[in-house]
Each structure stands twice: as C-alpha cells, then as structure tokens.
C-alpha cells in the first residue's frame, strides 16, 4: 500500500492544479469510470422518459394534420398551450392515425392493460417485456419513469441536505465556543431519533401525502452527518494563512466563510454526498415498500416493489425493480469510493 501511494504521488504532474489531479486519479479507477458511465445512463434513461415509454405517439398524422403528442404535453405542463377539443381524455392507442411513431414501450407508467386477467397473461411477454403488475401496469415503463423520481428524490434530498448541513457545519466550525457547543448539542439531539421511523411517522400523520414531502423529509433529516463533517474540515482551514490575511485585510466574517473558508472545505463533503444519494434512494424504496412512500398513482421503484407483496407468484415485480436499485444504489458507491480515493491527502504528499 506505502509503495502504492508513493508511486501515485511521484507521477503527479509539474505544476498540476488539484482539480487535474483528482480527475487523473478517478480515470485511473475502472469501477468508477463504468459506475459514471453507468449513472450517466441512468440520468439520460431519467430525461427521456417520457420519449422511451409513454401511450402517446412522438410524431403522429391524425386527420391530415402532423402531431407530436409527447412534446405538446410538456407544453400543456407548462401551461403555455392546450390539448385540441378532440384530442381530450382520448385512447391514443385505439385513434385511427393515418401513420404514427410510438415510443419503444408504448405504454405509460399509470396505463393499464385491462384484457390481462391471468398470472400468465401478466408475465413477461413480447406485449410486455418484463411483464405487468396486478392492474396491468407495464413495469418497464414503470421503471423507466421511476428512473426520474429515484434521482430527483436523490439529487433534491441530498440538496436540502447539503444546505443544511454546510450552514450550520461552517458556523459552528469557524465561530467555535458557545456556538459551536449549540450546534453540536442540537446535532446530538437530531441524531438520537430513529430517522427511518421518525419520517414513517410524519408521512403518517399527514393526510395528503407526496413526492415532495418525501424528498423534504429525507433532506431535512439528513444533515446531521454533513454538518459534523463540514465543522471539521472548516477547524482545519480556518487557521491557516490565507484564512488569517482575509481577516487581517478587514474582510467581512461572510465574504472570508463564503469566499475563502467554505470553497477549500467543501470537497470533501460534496464526496459524501455521493453516498448521500444512496441512502436517499434507499429510503424512498423502503418507504413506498412499507406502503408509507409516494402517493399510490406515482409509479416509484419502490412502489413496484410494493407491488410484489400481494402478488407472490410476480417474480418480476420483485426481481426487476430490485435490481434496478441495486445497479443505481452500487454505482454511487462506486464512485463515491473512487472520489475519496482520488481526493486521498497521502497520494498529493
């Protein structure tokens, strides 16, 4: 391992920045190079759902006129157009198009296949490729569209996470004293309650329950380990030189947090994040498995799973969104590992 880290440390570049540096290390990992690739993947699976999987035709002719059903949609979202008096609460699939190009899997998320009456009809099939849940919900589409809430539940909770868990880190950790007591006490206090039952209990009590409230939930129970790591990276560049000059100059305390502490001790924590997105995901799968997660008409990973518990026989319900999980949640941790690899202080020595 020692003769490892000095011959990493002996082929670093001549005035190489350190930016340059970690990003030659992370290419010298072959699992976090697939794991990126494999992440990026996922992230395009996420913005093109809609063009991957949906009832409606990308470009259609109906009636002499050249639609685009799936791109008008996200204006009518927008609010910035409306759906044609005829083409309101239609059946896309049983229109008579003169010509129309559907998705790969022309199904959404919420469409039910309601001729699907048996076990086997539900299984997977060339209608179907990875078969269909009890209401004859197609689960490829499922888990194509739950590719988006799986990140966005991700990057969004671990946002508000982030935010928390940087403000109230660089202050205890930069002021010290009293300060610094507060903020440890209330952290300490934050982390004795059970965090996975304690967000059980709030999506309990609230009779509306949503996307957002989990993600909110999740994000905001989840700073306490980002703060306790910010506090120590900030102890640590707060007394070295160029911290102490900005203060001497007359700087104000935010411009010297912001400007000068928070950019050289944040790296670190945004590497955590990595993992922090994992549990994120982790939680928003256990949630909806427990029947406590996303309201029922938004189709999650977890929710598919769900889905599992009363259809024993459904191997795929279990089986395809499991390894879904599994492929997304080993890919964050694989990069992750290789962001702290390359961030190592011993291989800069």
């Not at 994040?273 to 949630?287: D, K, N, T």
């Not at 191997?315 to 080993?330: K, Q």
């Amino acid at each position: 391992m020692f003769r490892k880290t000095k011959q990493a440390a002996a082929e670093r570049h001549d005035g190489e920045s350190y930016g340059a540096f970690v990003r030659r290390q992370f290419r010298k990992n072959t699992f976090g190079i697939i794991s990126l690739y494999v992440v990026s993947f996922i992230f395009v699976i996420a913005v093109f759902a809609d063009v991957l999987a949906n009832e409606k035709p990308i470009v259609a002719s109906y009636k002499g006129e050249t639609i685009f059903p799936v791109f008008k949609e996200y204006a009518v979202d927008l609010g910035i157009a409306t759906w044609d008096k005829h083409l309101l609460n239609v059946d896309w699939r049983r229109l008579e198009y003169d010509w129309a190009v559907f998705p790969p899997v022309p199904y959404s998320p919420e469409t039910t296949d309601k001729m699907l009456v048996s076990l086997k009809e539900r299984a997977p099939s060339a209608k179907h490729w990875l078969g269909t849940d009890d209401i004859g919900r197609d689960v490829m589409s499922g888990l194509i569209h739950g590719s988006r809430y799986a990140l966005s539940i991700g990057f969004v909770a671990m946002g508000i996470a982030l935010v928390i868990g940087v403000i109230l880190g660089a202050i205890a950790g930069y002021f010290g004293g009293t300060i610094d007591i507060a903020i440890s006490r209330i952290i300490e206090i934050v982390i004795t309650f059970p965090r996975f039952f304690l967000i059980i209990t709030i999506v309990a009590l609230v009779e509306q329950g949503s996307i957002w409230l989990i993600m909110a939930l999740i994000g905001i129970t989840g700073w306490t380990n980002i703060a306790r790591f910010m506090r120590g990276e900030v102890l640590r560049v707060r007394n070295l030189d160029y911290v102490s000059a900005a203060t001497a100059l007359g700087y104000s305390t935010p411009r010297v947090i912001f400007r000068h502490v928070l950019p050289n001790a944040i790296a670190p924590v945004l590497i955590y994040a990595a993992f922090g997105i994992v549990s994120a995901i982790l939680f928003e799968s256990a949630l909806s498995f427990l029947g406590f997660g996303v309201p029922p008409t938004v189709v999650t990973w977890g929710s598919v799973l769900f889905k599992a518990r009363s259809s024993t026989y459904s191997w795929w319900l279990a089986v395809y969104p499991g390894l879904m999980i599994f492929i997304t949640v080993s890919a964050f941790n694989l990069i992750g590992d290789a962001l702290r690899d390359a961030t190592d202080p011993r291989l800069r020595s």
